[in-house]
């Protein structure tokens, strides 16, 4: 078991394959796009999975593949197949903008994985293609499609939740009464440059305070406008009734819904005395905490060290791992170079 200076368990690893995706979010990256890392620079799969399996020594037993969008990156089916074989771990987990996924769902089914996230904020086409900066909000739907076709369980839709867009919450929850889709509303989190920008604006740059909702007037919305919508009283699910997971979601219902309704609270309500994670860039960081800039070169470890070297390495980061965010605002890489 793997746990760091705070007592905490640590068995919960995120990876983001590539920094590369095809859409270009405005509270994710700039208008301009950023710089994609030379290829050189970027992690093989061979050595990711060679982390992982140190990692498995050490404790490590779920993973999630983040990007950027890691369905980009060619050879992905395969590479969850041979992550799914390594001694230790339990379970894999894929987060995607879906938007590829009708390409891939069923052969990433066929190759193991069951669990998947996907990243969807609006269900306005229009407001898709502004926020996305292109995107096809019907590519996306479609996707989600393509993951209860390949039988993927649990299937949990990432909506964050940003003032200036203006989002239909009431739409999203009633994806769940009709078919197990879990949809969890994601307070808006300030990785990246901080600024005052808008998100409705197709020049949104930057975290703005301004656009944050806390899950607290997330919830009183839900509860009212379902209740207004004769969906009935909006109920809190036990934790062993609720969809299996490994983060800090908290999950309600709607009376006879086949799907539930989770909050993440990374601000309202920080959960960081729970933290059960790592996650290694697509670059070969290390880094303890998403919302800290402190970094342990991985890649460097991985290219010219021995897996001892690899161990010790995941061992000072269990060791450095910070015991909270202290409300940090602003990180130098921002959330698509970091992997979520």
């Not at 898709?128 to 499609?145: H, K, M, Q």
């Not at 656009?211 to 406008?225: N, P, W």
């Amino acid at each position: 078991m793997a746990t760091d200076a705070f007592g905490r368990r640590i068995d919960y690893l995120r990876i983001s394959v590539t920094d590369r995706c095809n859409l270009r979010c405005v509270y994710c990256m700039p208008p301009e796009g950023v710089d994609w890392k030379p290829q050189a620079d970027i992690l093989s799969f061979e050595e990711i999975e060679r982390f992982a399996r140190v990692a498995a020594d050490e404790g490590i037993s779920k993973i999630r593949l983040t990007g950027g969008e890691p369905l980009v990156r060619l050879g992905i089916v395969d590479h969850v197949r041979r992550l799914l074989e390594t001694s230790g771990i339990e379970a894999i987990a894929l987060t995607t903008n879906a938007t590829l996924l009708r390409r891939y769902a069923a052969d990433l089914a066929e190759a193991g994985l069951k669990r998947i996230n996907i990243s969807l904020d609006t269900l306005d086409p229009e407001v898709y293609a502004r926020v996305t900066r292109g995107g096809t909000l019907a590519a996306a739907l479609d996707g989600i499609e393509a993951a209860f076709e390949a039988g993927m369980d649990p299937v949990k839709l990432n909506v964050v939740v940003v003032r200036s867009l203006d989002q239909d919450l009431l739409g999203f929850a009633k994806m769940t009464i009709d078919r197990p889709l879990h949809i969890r509303f994601i307070e808006y989190m300030p990785v990246g440059e901080v600024g005052e920008h808008s998100c409705t604006s197709a020049e949104a740059d930057g975290w703005s305070e301004t656009d944050h909702v806390s899950t607290d007037e997330i919830l009183m919305r839900v509860t009212a406008e379902g209740a207004a919508a004769g969906l009935g009283e909006l109920g809190a699910v036990e934790r062993e009734r609720a969809p299996g997971g490994w983060g800090p979601a908290r999950y309600y219902r709607f009376p006879g819904a086949q799907g539930t309704i989770g909050v993440i609270s990374p601000l309202s309500h920080h959960f960081c005395g729970e933290c059960n994670r790592l996650r290694l860039t697509a670059d070969g960081k290390l880094r303890t905490c998403l919302f800290s800039d402190d970094e342990l070169d991985v890649r460097s470890v991985l290219r010219g060290g021995t897996d001892a070297d690899v161990r010790a390495l995941i061992e000072s980061a269990l060791a450095s791992k910070p015991e909270g965010h202290n409300q940090q605002h602003g990180t130098v890489r921002r959330m698509s170079q970091i992997g979520g």
